[in-house]
């Protein structure tokens, strides 16, 4: 820690809280490209917006084509990445305020990327200007790094390794503190099935999320839905509600969103969905199509199932299916499943061909990550946090994905406090203006341990 350093940040509150609430205004979803645009309007503004932050400050910027964008300060051999990014996942639903007003009630910054991952880049951000503003040595270049595709299949990253040389080594404020030095490899893909349906089911916006709502059309009268979607709603806990439609009924059932890789965290709607409808008097081919799907997720968070749950040093499997689109020709599923660096990539899909019907399309594995506890930067992060915190906690692992595994020296470091109010991919995700300094102040020590004389 450096008392100069934590001075300036304090003094410069105001203007890094306006700073995060601008950014958050961009909806900068990852999405179609356009013009000098890879990713969409939204994410190129965003990415503008950050740069010129960052020039402002005296930093050597540069737009990577609009995938990513770069700040460099200080001098060295080596350099230290600081990875964050500018993408969001869409808003969903169940907000108390509008996602993308960065508004502020009770202490709190609320909105779509405060905490995933806006909120850590302006951060990182302000946390090098303090210590240029302090005019400390260094003994490394420092490059922070914002990418705008890290939740849609980090294509910005690919883009920047084929166009740039990776840093040395690396940490990413996008997971938990003290420090994860260890990713779950991450697999995700789609089974269609193709029949004549009298069925139509929407669930899930990304398939890294846990879908918060599903909707669909029975043929089938109100009068006939009705005692039973209640009685399933009583017992399972999912609000629902009916509406009467031509040729039938329309159901809305709610759950609860939260990052794939915990959806302990989450109730799952899209599974929810699948268990009602498998106790209505559907056709039977619907009805066969139902049953198979529900039979195979039940209400599994581990793939349990269908023979999936494993563990192994780098944490237990998980298993969602985030994205369900359903209409007259059929039907199809999209997963995500967090699986232990240790699994046989055959024999996932083999068992899960053997439990869903279909073909298998967009499967895509991408390998675990994991970096030896007594490396170099494993430890002195450990004791930034530490230092900062007053509280010792070994590394941690997980089964997010962060540009960490993209880098072989480098890991995630925060902004998610253990025992906090985490909303990562939730309604009413937030940062609360005390840890957004307490965040910048971390990443600032973390800079000066790693890349500065006054470690």
Known sequence: MNKQVDQWIDAHKDTLIAALQDIIRFPSVSGAAEENAPFGKPAREALDYALSLCASFGFDVCDLDGYMGYADYGTGKETLGVLTHLDVVPAGDGWSFDPYAATISDGRIYGRGTLDDKGPAIAAIFALGAIKSCDIPFTRKVRLMMGCDEECGMGCMKHYIENRPLPDLAFSPDAEYPLVNSEKGIFHCAYTKKFPSKIRLNAGTVVNA??????????????????????FSAKEGFPCTL?????????????????????????????????????????????AAVAVLHKAFSFDRHGET????????????????GLMHWDSKGYTVCIDIRYPITMDNDLLLRKLDAALPGERNDTAFKAGHFVPEDSELVQKLLAVYEKRSGQYLPPKRIGGGTYARCIGNAVAFGPEIPGGDNRIHMADEFMSVDDLLYHTKMIADAILTLATADA
């Open 210 to 231: 846990v879908p918060d709502k599903a909707t669909a059309f029975v043929p089938i009268p109100m009068e006939k839905v009705a005692p039973l979607a209640d009685a």
């Open 306 to 321: 269908m023979g999936l749950d494993c563990t192994d040093a780098s944490g237990r499997l998980t298993c969602n299916p």
């Open 243 to 287: 509406d009467t439609t031509q040729g039938g009924t329309a159901i809305t059932l709610n759950g609860v969103g939260a990052h794939a890789s915990m959806p302990e965290d989450g109730q799952n709607a899209l599974l929810g969905m699948l268990a009602l409808l498998s106790t209505l008097p559907l056709g039977e081919a619907d009805a």
